[in-house]
């Protein structure tokens, strides 16, 4: 495995903009649609997911739960769910 941020040509305490950039640049590159060589965009793609985080499976959860919280959203679907039970659209 190589070094993928000598793959992106970018810093080891690059930020999350520079790193973006970084593997657009590349990505251009690389990319076959542009006549790059599909193992080596494979190798950027690896490298931009491994600095990302977006390789381990970690997934951030949704706008709505980072905002709200779980308490409060979950009280807004119940609220929500009761409103249609008691008045349900009729078409």
Same mark, same amino acid.
């Given at each position: 495995?190589? =070094?993928? #941020? ?6 080891? %305490? ?16 690389? #990319?076959? =649609?542009? %006549? %790059? =060589? ?11 997911r491994r600095l990302s985080g977006q390789g381990t499976g970690h ?5 709505? +739960?980072?905002?709200? %919280?779980?308490?409060? $959203?979950? $009280? /807004?679907?119940? /609220?929500?769910?009761? =409103?249609?039970?008691? #008045?349900?659209? +009729?078409?």
């Amino acid at each position: 495995m190589s =070094d993928p #941020h000598r793959v992106l040509g970018i810093r080891p %305490g690059a930020g999350p903009a520079e790193l973006r950039r970084a593997w657009h640049r590349r990505a251009l590159e690389t #990319h076959p =649609d542009r %006549g %790059g =060589d599909p193992a080596a965009f494979a190798v950027v793609l690896d490298a931009f997911r491994r600095l990302s985080g977006q390789g381990t499976g970690h997934r951030s959860p949704p706008v709505l +739960v980072r905002r709200l %919280g779980p308490p409060a $959203l979950a $009280l /807004r679907w119940w /609220r929500r769910r009761v =409103d249609r039970v008691r #008045h349900p659209r +009729v078409v």
